[in-house]
């Protein structure tokens, strides 16, 4: 298998309009290995091409990358209590089901809270604090892991509370990308990982469409979010809101992957607080780290990556795997979302464009 492989995975998921657009990335700790761009911003032949600084809406991986990053600067700081309880922060937080559960709880997926809520999201900050605080949980905290949307807008303002700024700004304190030659992440001066998209870079966004129960439905999202929750909470989310080019998230990796082999011991990743972040989970069944997911031979990464491997996905169509042992990431962004992509046959297409790009690059 190679990159030829790869690319033929791309090119045939565009052939099948899984979706219009994707920009893919694969890195060592100390370089790019392999960088490409791939098919049109949309459907139609006359669309802008996928360039390098084409911005993708990067979804869920808002999760591990802005979230559990600022969690473990807070951490890091002595701001931030692995096993703080919720119930400190939200006065609505109560009831013996719920009294034990924690922020490390929220970090993996394990407090109990579903994946959403069952009516519309609310009007404002204050009525999702309510709504998920007092939301009948699905399950006993730490009993099993469900993955929660719902868990990662709480755990978002826990981190804004602490941090007594937004998560943009919170994020943006940590990539400081407005000081280039100062980041640790080394970010070029095309890249972009931030919370929302600039007026004058929009044109350059890759487009989505709202999904069906989104009240913009009917028109075409482009370089705004595609949740519908995080529209709601003005673009910013600890769930969902982040932008990226490709090689921004690559920038990310690298600096994360250098700390996870321990070659780097500075802020913003400490090695030992990487490994901690990246362990899996010991709640039952769980295949969860705190923020992270890792590797299972069924999931997205496919089944070549090694057992220290630990990454996340995105509802638009993105992903981000990083694999310490075999000193390599990889990065898939794409607009699936466009399509629609809300079916189980776009569902199932987009797990197995993931496992074979994966799997296609298993010896590069």
């Known amino acids: 298998m190679s990159v030829d492989d790869a690319r033929t995975v791309i090119d045939a998921a565009i052939a099948a309009r899984t979706f219009p657009a994707a920009a893919a990335e694969v890195g060592a700790a100390h370089g790019i290995v392999w960088a490409q761009q791939f098919g049109r911003l949309r459907f139609?032949?006359?669309?802008?091409?996928?360039?390098?600084?084409?911005?993708?809406?990067?979804?869920?991986?808002?999760?591990?990358?802005?979230?559990?990053?600022?969690?473990m600067s807070l951490l890091g700081s002595g701001a931030l209590a692995l096993d703080a309880q919720v119930s400190d922060f939200f006065d609505d937080w109560r009831g013996a089901d719920r009294e034990t559960v924690t922020v490390r709880d929220l970090l993996e997926h394990a407090s109990g809270l579903p994946a959403r809520l069952v009516d519309q999201?609310?009007?404002?900050?204050?009525?999702?604090?309510?709504?998920?605080?007092?939301?009948?949980?699905?399950?006993?905290?730490?009993?099993?892991?469900?993955?929660?949307?719902?868990?990662f807008i709480l755990l978002g303002f826990?981190?804004?509370?602490?941090g007594r700024a937004s998560?943009?700004?919170?994020?943006?304190?940590?990539?400081?990308?407005?000081a280039v030659s100062e980041s640790p992440f080394h970010f070029g001066i095309d890249d972009m990982l931030a919370f929302g998209v600039p007026a004058d870079a929009r044109p350059r966004a890759a487009p989505t469409?709202?999904?069906?129960?989104?009240?913009?439905?009917?028109?075409?999202l482009t370089g705004e979010v595609h949740d519908n929750y995080a529209a709601a909470l003005g673009g910013v989310a600890g769930h969902a809101g982040l932008f990226a080019t490709a090689s921004g998230v690559g920038a990310f990796a690298r600096a994360l992957l250098r700390a996870a082999r321990g070659i780097d011991g500075d802020a913003p990743f400490p090695p030992a607080l990487v490994a901690l972040f990246t362990t899996r989970s010991a709640v039952p069944g769980s295949s969860r780290a705190l923020g992270w997911d890792t590797m299972l031979p069924t999931s997205s990464c496919g089944r070549r990556m090694s057992p220290q491997a630990f990454g996340h996905v995105g509802y638009t169509g993105t992903s981000l795997w990083i694999d310490p042992q075999r000193d390599r990431y990889f990065v898939l962004l794409t607009n699936r979302a466009y399509a629609g992509g809300g079916t189980p046959d776009e569902l199932s297409a987009m797990r197995a464009v993931r496992r074979g790009f994966h799997d296609a690059l298993g010896d590069l």
């Open 209 to 220: 469409e709202p999904l069906p129960e989104d009240p913009r439905r009917g028109r075409t």
């Open 167 to 178: 998560l943009a700004d919170l994020f943006e304190r940590i990539t400081r990308i407005g």
């Open 121 to 151: 999201p609310p009007a404002t900050r204050r009525e999702f604090e309510h709504e998920i605080s007092t939301i009948h949980l699905e399950y006993a905290p730490r009993t099993r892991s469900i993955y929660s949307d719902l868990g």
């Open 44 to 71: 139609d032949p006359d669309a802008p091409p996928a360039l390098q600084d084409t911005i993708f809406d990067l979804a869920s991986l808002t999760k591990p990358i802005a979230t559990t990053s600022i969690a």
């Open 158 to 162: 826990v981190l804004e509370r602490i």
